[in-house]
């Protein structure tokens, strides 16, 4: 079945930091890559997402390209805040169906 | 617009007991997915509900059962609750068809069971 599989936690890094989460993904089809953010106490927000190869996705200086040779989904943020401390989940889903989730990177931004 | 809202908020239940959790998916959308996330993992998926049908559903027992009403809000019941079912339950709505697959999440509702 599909599956994803992130690098593992936790990430600690000073603020401004550069930032990269490794995801990798198995699937059969042609699935939508996400990243979700679950700040303590919270459920998920959608973080961005890509929807076909090559596709980059972008949002609050967070990226990430969706590379169909290599079935990776790495999440990058060039300067990383406190505010940015959180788990990051990176998914993938195929058509309407369910959402197939990592295990989650704990990340803390020391000030 | 109202997003995704989940109640209540949590639950504290005993063994062999049963819960019902409720969703009201965002305006506009159709179609309800329930999640269940363990401590320290990522949600995995029970069941989703469409047109007040279960189409798809997870690795997850009977024990769990779901419905739909007419105005596309879903419950999740538990029968028979073990220790283990303890986990954050979360709830996402999204538009069936076409490329509109994005699901959008409720806070969740946080079940502890003694």
């Known amino acids: 079945g599909d599956s994803v599989t992130q690098m593992e936690g936790p990430v600690t890094l000073s603020e401004e930091a550069f930032l990269t989460i490794n995801c990798t993904y198995t699937a059969t089809g042609y699935p939508s890559l996400f990243w979700y953010v679950q700040y303590p106490g919270e459920g998920l927000q959608l973080l961005l997402k890509?929807?076909?190869?090559?596709d980059k996705g972008s949002n609050k200086g967070f990226e990430a390209t969706y590379r169909k040779e290599t079935t990776s989904f790495h999440l990058e943020k060039g300067s990383v805040q406190v505010s940015d401390s959180a788990v990051y989940f990176c998914a993938l889903i195929q058509g309407a169906q369910k959402l197939v989730f990592g295990q989650g990177t704990r990340l803390t931004i020391n000030p | 617009d109202a997003g995704v809202t989940q109640s209540p908020t949590h639950l504290i239940k005993t063994r062999g007991q049963q819960v019902t959790l409720r969703c009201s998916p965002k305006s506009g959308h159709d179609t309800v997915s329930w999640y269940q996330q363990a401590l320290g993992q990522g949600p995995q998926f029970i069941f989703q509900y469409y047109e007040e049908e279960e189409r798809q559903r997870g690795n997850f027992p009977d024990r769990f059962s779901g419905h739909q009403f007419p105005n596309y809000s879903s419950e999740l019941n538990v029968n028979a609750l073990l220790l283990g079912d303890s986990a954050l339950y979360l709830c996402?709505?999204?538009?069936?068809?076409?490329?509109?697959?994005?699901?959008?999440f409720g806070a969740g509702t946080r079940l502890s069971v003694l």
């Open positions: 890509a929807t076909k190869a090559d």
């Open positions: 996402a709505s999204s538009q069936r068809g076409g490329s509109k697959n994005i699901q959008y």
